[in-house]
């Protein structure tokens, strides 16, 4: 069972891995029934309206909904459209599991001195999940990257029983979003709406196939939006909803009542994988920049401000001495980043991308993420009594990663025998603070007898700011001993003698 960082958050297909051959187990829940009786007492106001409410609701449903052939309020004509485009995934994997033979007897495997694994038999696993068809020409399935993660083979199941092999056009774990094709005639394609029309209360239909059931819906509400912090993906802005949505139903649609794809089921929260009434639905918003990209090229390429971020608040925005309680406050540069080039400094707060809103840090992370490396985008900048907008050209997000490795400097005289670099990603001073990193020293050296020590970062000679190795080089070349060197060490800067 997949765990995410939320305690008892689990991914929707967690419960529905079964041996090849095994159906899983049904429960039974016995759960309250709240019913509804009329009063004898005579009705007050307040009663009045509360059933003048009532009637208003039921009309709204009557309204929104298509009508049966009864004439009663019914989704079925809806379902009915929307149904042939959301298929069940079925995912062929192999795994370990116990023998419970002979073998596993703790004396015959010693006796005969078997191997730690000897008890542990290779066997085919079945997992089911859902997905949408979202091009039928081309046979594009859009569904959750974790539904075919680690995948040998996977079978799509069309809602009329038709059954083909389908294979991986590409995957996005970042987002969990992945993209399959099929090739078959006669398929139907769902229709895609536009998450961020959605509000909180908007009546929304999950259609999956769970617990391997076959396609299963259910209807509940817009319960918030823009969930983020569950740990289910990297990239997480989610929809949450109270549609029941169970192990099997990751990768399947979330709809409107027009029938419009708003949403893709990826999580839930809840004891043992149950539902509580807590799932989660990747907005279609940006579930299509993913499956363009992948489609396109197979893989995702993002681009990086380089900037380290937290949510803004009341108290962070008064120490800041800004007007806006919203925003992502930028509590850290790394050198040499898009955003360093562009003039963001520490304690900026970042309110706007090209004109939409950022309310949080990983809203704006996301819309950053969104854009494909070299990209230009406008940030707008709240600084005390100052507010400005920035443009920055993005790289992309690989070369944050694995930058190259910098080139080294030797030191020369009260220096000597010491190797600098630039401050990289394997020093813990990366991203906050510039000098010149201690790559390697002698044991003879001076400045070794002064205490300086691998993996320290010189950023002052003389009090004078050094902010690369060759400046700090060139600074103790110009100084008469002794050299007064600012160090920085676990988190603090210090200062050592050289002599």
Not at 165 to 186: E, F, N, Q, S, W
Not at 203 to 230: C, D, H, K, M, W
Request: proline fraction near 6%.
């Amino acid at each position: 069972m997949k765990q995410y960082f939320l305690p008892l958050c689990i991914r929707s297909d967690a419960h529905s891995q079964f041996p090849v051959g095994d159906t899983p187990a049904l429960a039974r829940d016995n759960g309250a029934v709240l019913r509804f009786g009329a009063s004898t007492e005579r009705s007050t106001p307040p009663m009045r309206w509360i059933r003048r409410a009532a009637a208003l609701l039921i009309l709204a449903l009557t309204l929104t909904a298509e009508a049966s052939a009864t004439g009663q309020p019914s989704l079925a004509p809806m379902i009915a459209r929307v149904g042939p485009s959301v298929v069940s995934v079925a995912i062929q994997t192999e795994g370990t599991v116990d023998d419970e033979s002979l073998l596993n007897d703790p004396f015959f495997h010693k006796f005969f001195g078997l191997p730690e694994d000897a008890t542990q038999v290779r066997q085919a696993l079945q997992t089911t999940g859902s997905g949408v068809i979202v091009d039928a020409s081309q046979g594009y399935i859009l569904t959750s990257y974790h539904v075919v993660e680690n995948a040998s083979s996977i079978g799509i199941t069309l809602a009329n029983g038709d059954a083909y092999a389908a294979t991986i056009i590409g995957t996005d774990p970042d987002t969990d979003l992945a993209v399959l094709k099929i090739r078959a005639d006669g398929l139907t394609s769902i229709e895609m709406g536009e998450s961020t029309e959605l509000r909180v209360g908007d009546y929304v239909a999950a259609i999956g196939n769970p617990f391997g059931l076959g396609q299963t819906v259910t209807l509940g509400i817009v319960s918030a939006l823009g969930r983020a912090g569950l740990g289910a993906a990297n990239y997480e802005n989610f929809i949450q909803t109270d549609a029941s949505i169970n192990p099997g139903n990751s990768g399947g649609a979330l709809v409107d009542l027009d029938g419009k794809l708003v949403g893709i089921n990826s999580a839930i929260i809840g004891p043992s994988g149950a539902n509580v009434g807590i799932g989660f639905a990747i907005p279609i918003t940006m579930a299509k920049g993913i499956m363009t990209q992948l489609i396109a090229h197979g893989e995702i390429k993002r681009g990086q401000l380089g900037t380290i971020i937290q949510d803004n608040n009341f108290d962070l925005a008064a120490a800041l001495a800004v007007d806006t309680a919203a925003g992502a406050v930028v509590s850290e540069v790394v050198p040499g980043s898009p955003g360093a080039k562009a003039g963001i400094i520490p304690g900026d707060v970042v309110v706007a991308v090209d004109e939409a809103a950022v309310r949080n840090a990983a809203e704006l992370r996301n819309m950053i993420a969104s854009y494909p490396p070299e990209s230009v985008v406008r940030l707008s900048i709240k600084r005390p009594k100052e507010s400005l907008t920035i443009t920055a050209k993005l790289r992309p997000l690989e070369a944050a990663k694995e930058p190259a490795p910098p080139a080294s400097v030797e030191g020369e005289g009260l220096l000597s025998l010491v190797t600098l670099t630039a401050v990289g990603p394997e020093s813990d001073a990366y991203g906050k603070t510039q000098g010149a990193f201690v790559a390697a020293m002698s044991d003879r050296s001076r400045a070794a007898a002064a205490g300086l020590e691998a993996g320290d970062v010189v950023v002052s000679v003389n009090r004078k700011d050094a902010t690369d190795p060759q400046m700090v080089v060139d600074l103790a070349a110009a100084s008469e001993a002794p050299l007064l060197l600012g160090v920085f060490r676990d988190g603090h800067v210090r200062f050592l003698v050289v002599k």
